[in-house]
Every structure is written in C-alpha cells, then in structure tokens.
C-alpha cells in the first residue's frame, strides 16, 4: 500500500472509531439524531440512531463508505474505491429524496453535514500528502477531538430538552399537556386514547421519573387492549393509584373532536379534577380513587365512541 493510501486508511479508521464512540455516547445520554431527531422529536428508536446518526457519530451509509473504501484501499485500482464511495454518496441523496426528508425542516442539518463531510475529507487529504505526524501531536488532536465531541453532545442534549415535544405533529393537540407532563416529576400518569399510546415518552417528564402506562388490558397473542366499559376503565384506573390521568382522542386524528371516550368517563367523577385542557387531550388530577359504580347514562353512552387504537375479534 502505498503512504498515502495508508494515511487515508489510518483516517478512515480513526474516523470510524470516533463515530463508534459518539454513537455509544449517544445512546447512553439520549442525545438526537442529525436526521428526524433535529426538531426536537426524540421519538427515535436505537436503529434509527444508527441509521440516521447522532449530533457524535455519522451516519449509516457515510460509515459504509469509510468501511468498503478501507476494504478497497489495499487495492492498486484506488478509482474502484472512489467509485464504491461515490455511488453510495448517490443512493444516500436518492434515498432521502424519496423519503422527504428534506420536507421536515432538517436542511439546517443537511448543509451542516454535507460540509462537515466535505471538511473531513479535506483534512484527511491533506493529512495522507504530508510526512507521517508525531505521535505526541496525533495523541493530542485525538484527546481534542474527543473533549469536542462530548462537548458538542452535552450542549445538544440541552439544547434538545428545552425543544423537547415542543411541537407535536399538528392538529394533535397534544403540546399543552406534554408541556405540562415537563414539570412533573415521580408521579404515576395513567393515558388513555390513540395519543396516550403512541406518545407516552412525552409523559415521563424531562428528567423521565414518571411512570407512565396506557390503561387496557391483556389480549389474544400479547396484544394489550382498550377496556370497553367506563365501570372496567375506572375500575383500572382507582387500581392503578394513578396521581393524574391524560385523556387524547379516540380517532387518527382528532381534528374538530372536543371529547373522547375515556374523557367522558372520567370527567364527572368526584375524584377528578380537569387541570389541563386542549380539545379531546384533558389532563385530570385524580384526589382518590374513581367510582367505578358510579358511571351514568352520559359514561354509558360513551362506550359506544370507535377506540381508534385497536379491534377486538370475536
């Protein structure tokens, strides 16, 4: 191999390393993804961490190409490396394009990227064309770059829970009560409706000290299911010892709905106090156990509003 091959290899390697521990680091602190994570979002799985990358690590197919050129490297036919780099730099741009992603306010991101990219592999061709560096020197821009790594992920992560569900996707109503949910802090928070399951982490408050569960019960093949009565539903809830209750809504989206089912199972209830309202999305500050004999005709007709979450089969 010749030097300078072997210097972008070393590059490549050093570039893979760091990006390995930032991916860790990242997942250890919570810190957000560059793609889909940079509106404040931190619904994100650990695969989609990989995939999209963190504010310390790339992403996954820049990472393909660090690797397949250290592959190639050793080969005399250098351009087939260059090539394999290029063709995936052109899926990755395709694939993005096809899934939107430019259509989610992350161009910021984008342009940040692309020349963080561009000023790496300056850097490190400007690296392989010179004589090989002291280890001393190469053992302090190592040192260097890790404190800015961390750095820059410890100022993310704040930065990232004061945007925290900041703006939920809209017309889902949800912002006020995940607002609300922030403050809270070792409290147990019973949810209800289609929002109250897909959005539960927004429940756990920022430092994630809430208990938070969706109030259902067990089904066929490890389903969890809705309860279809307001005696069952409050019956859960008084057994739970739950200190509030968020009720969303029943439908997709809630759109011009101003209840729920749950809701009105809950609100005439002694025991609950609606602190937090916007639409069918209540938050309700339970001061002892709700009745669950206690539902009436307005409970009872509100068992027959669609759950919008799950069927059951007969």
Same mark, same amino acid.
């Given at each position: 191999?010749?030097?300078?091959?072997?210097?972008?290899?070393?590059?490549?390697?050093?570039?893979?390393?760091?990006?390995?521990?930032?991916?860790?680091?990242?997942?250890?602190?919570?810190?957000?993804?560059?793609?889909?994570?940079?509106?404040?979002?931190?619904?994100?799985?650990?695969?989609?961490?990989?995939?999209?990358?963190?504010?310390?690590?790339?992403?996954?197919?820049?990472?393909?190409?660090?690797?397949?050129?250290?592959?190639?490297?050793?080969? %005399? %036919?250098?351009?087939?490396? =260059?090539? !394999?780099?290029?063709?995936?730099?052109?899926?990755?741009?395709?694939?993005?394009?096809?899934? @939107?992603?430019?259509?989610?306010?992350?161009?910021?991101?984008?342009?940040?990227?692309?020349?963080? !990219?561009?000023?790496?592999?300056?850097?490190?061709?400007? =690296?392989?064309?010179?004589?090989?560096?002291? %280890?001393?020197?190469?053992?302090?821009?190592?040192? !260097?770059?890790?404190?800015?790594?961390?750095?820059?992920?410890? =100022?993310?992560?704040?930065?990232?829970?004061?945007?925290?569900?900041?703006?939920?996707?809209?017309?889902?109503?949800?912002?006020?009560?995940?607002?609300?949910?922030?403050?809270?802090?070792?409290?147990?928070?019973?949810?209800? @409706? %289609?929002?109250?399951?897909?959005?539960?982490?927004?429940?756990?408050?920022?430092?994630?000290?809430?208990?938070?569960?969706?109030?259902? *019960?067990?089904?066929?093949? &490890?389903?969890?299911?809705?309860?279809?009565?307001?005696?069952?539903?409050? *019956?859960?809830?008084?057994? &739970?010892?739950? #200190?509030?209750?968020?009720?969303?809504?029943?439908?997709?989206?809630?759109?011009? #709905?101003?209840?729920?089912?749950?809701?009105?199972?809950?609100?005439?209830?002694?025991?609950?106090?609606?602190?937090?309202?916007?639409?069918?999305?209540?938050?309700?500050?339970?001061?002892?156990?709700?009745?669950?004999? @206690?539902?009436?005709?307005?409970?009872?007709?509100?068992?027959?509003?669609?759950?919008?979450?799950?069927?059951?089969? #007969?």
């Amino acid at each position: 191999m010749r030097p300078t091959t072997q210097r972008l290899f070393s590059v490549c390697v050093l570039l893979f390393i760091v990006s390995v521990v930032g991916l860790v680091l990242a997942l250890i602190f919570q810190w957000p993804a560059q793609l889909g994570g940079g509106s404040g979002n931190p619904n994100i799985t650990a695969g989609e961490l990989v995939a999209n990358g963190t504010v310390t690590s790339l992403p996954l197919f820049p990472w393909i190409a660090l690797t397949m050129f250290a592959f190639l490297a050793r080969s %005399r %036919r250098w351009w087939g490396s =260059l090539a !394999v780099v290029v063709l995936l730099l052109v899926v990755l741009a395709i694939q993005t394009a096809r899934l @939107g992603v430019w259509d989610f306010g992350q161009e910021a991101w984008a342009a940040a990227s692309a020349i963080g !990219v561009l000023a790496l592999g300056g850097i490190a061709w400007w =690296l392989a064309r010179r004589p090989a560096l002291p %280890r001393p020197l190469l053992a302090a821009a190592g040192a !260097v770059l890790a404190v800015t790594v961390v750095a820059a992920g410890y =100022l993310e992560q704040d930065r990232y829970l004061e945007r925290r569900y900041a703006d939920v996707l809209d017309g889902l109503r949800l912002d006020r009560a995940i607002a609300w949910a922030n403050e809270v802090s070792d409290a147990r928070i019973a949810t209800a @409706g %289609r929002g109250g399951v897909f959005f539960q982490y927004g429940f756990y408050g920022e430092d994630l000290s809430n208990e938070v569960q969706w109030v259902g *019960e067990p089904g066929p093949r &490890g389903a969890w299911l809705p309860l279809e009565t307001c005696e069952s539903w409050r *019956e859960a809830v008084a057994g &739970g010892d739950y #200190d509030y209750v968020v009720t969303t809504y029943d439908r997709r989206f809630p759109e011009d #709905d101003e209840t729920s089912r749950e809701r009105e199972w809950l609100r005439n209830d002694p025991a609950a106090e609606a602190i937090s309202r916007d639409g069918p999305v209540t938050v309700f500050a339970l001061d002892g156990a709700p009745d669950p004999q @206690g539902c009436g005709p307005r409970e009872l007709a509100a068992e027959d509003r669609p759950t919008g979450v799950a069927e059951r089969e #007969d």
